[in-house]
């Protein structure tokens, strides 16, 4: 199982970005999903969560700003950030709880991460 995040890169203060990430392998099922960020010098920190029911969560810094979606048969979780702002400036990881067999545990797994830098 691996999940794959894209969408990264250099944005100015105030726009906007879009990462997705794609789990892909031998999955039976998907339950939570969500984007937590580390920057520089700092822990990493939950930044959305999804539930596999479509309940949502986000951290204070970013509510209003990012909209977390997913699409359950592409295996797929997006992070939409508008009005992006240089404390945003983080590597960005994706994590899924997934189960890879009926009678198996749910366990996390995590994309390899992608920068987003918000810089003038």
């Known amino acids: 199982v691996q999940l794959q995040a894209s969408g990264g890169g250099l944005v100015q203060p105030g726009g906007s970005l879009r990462l997705s990430c794609a789990a892909s392998?031998?999955?039976?099922?998907?339950?939570?999903m969500g984007w937590y960020r580390q920057a520089p010098g700092k822990q990493r920190e939950l930044v959305a969560i999804i539930s596999s029911v479509g309940s949502t969560n986000y951290a204070d810094s970013v509510k209003g700003r990012f909209t977390i979606s997913r699409d359950n048969a592409k295996r797929t979780v997006d992070l939409q950030m508008d009005d992006l702002k240089p404390e945003d400036t983080a590597v960005y990881y994706c994590?899924?709880?997934?189960?890879?067999?009926?009678?198996?545990?749910?366990?996390?797994?995590w994309g390899q991460g992608t920068l987003v830098t918000v810089s003038s």
């Open positions: 392998g031998s999955i039976f099922s998907i339950g939570a």
């Open positions: 994590n899924m709880m997934m189960k890879t067999g009926r009678w198996d545990s749910s366990r996390t797994y």
